[in-house]
């Protein structure tokens, strides 16, 4: 099952680089939220990705919006890629039960044993307003990802 613009997002709450809990309901209210799920850490085109997250961080991360990354690798690996890279946004972990997060939003790779490249933008009654998948190879579009906040009202 894969989750789908007018759902109700399915909630979680997964642990950041720091070892902080993060749920996804506390947003609810308060902030619209681009959930982005990627591979792996330490790889080219999810850190070309999460690098274009961090230098555009004013769109991703403000009083409107908060930007979740996900993936498989467990929370001392994001704790290293955030701090070389400077990645000042949440990178949370979906280490175990692993893929479980992924699975319930239907975008992980039971072969691969990772997450697809899945983007989900919530808005603040917790809904998906907007979607968009790609294989593991190919880097996705973040200027739909802006028009769908601007749509939402997100951006100034």
């Not at 609810?28 to 690098?51: D, I, N, Q």
């Not at 890279?85 to 992980?108: C, I, K, M, N």
Request: aromatic share 10%; proline share 6%.
């Amino acid at each position: 099952m894969s989750v789908q613009v007018g759902d109700q997002a399915p909630d979680f709450e997964l642990r950041d680089q720091t070892g902080k809990p993060v749920r996804l309901s506390d947003y609810r209210g308060a902030k619209h939220v681009v959930v982005v799920f990627y591979p792996l850490s330490f790889t080219g085109t999810c850190e070309g990705e999460m690098c274009q997250i961090r230098d555009s961080i004013e769109t991703f991360q403000g009083d409107e919006v908060e930007t979740l990354a996900i993936s498989v690798d467990a929370p001392p690996t994001h704790a290293r890629w955030a701090h070389e890279q400077g990645f000042g946004f949440p990178l949370l972990s979906d280490f175990w039960p692993h893929g479980e997060v992924a699975r319930t939003y239907g975008v992980f790779d039971d072969r691969l044993g990772i997450a697809l490249r899945g983007t989900f933008i919530i808005d603040k009654a917790g809904d998906v307003a907007y979607t968009d998948r790609n294989p593991v190879p190919e880097a996705r579009d973040q200027e739909a990802w802006k028009k769908a906040l601007a749509d939402l009202g997100a951006l100034a």
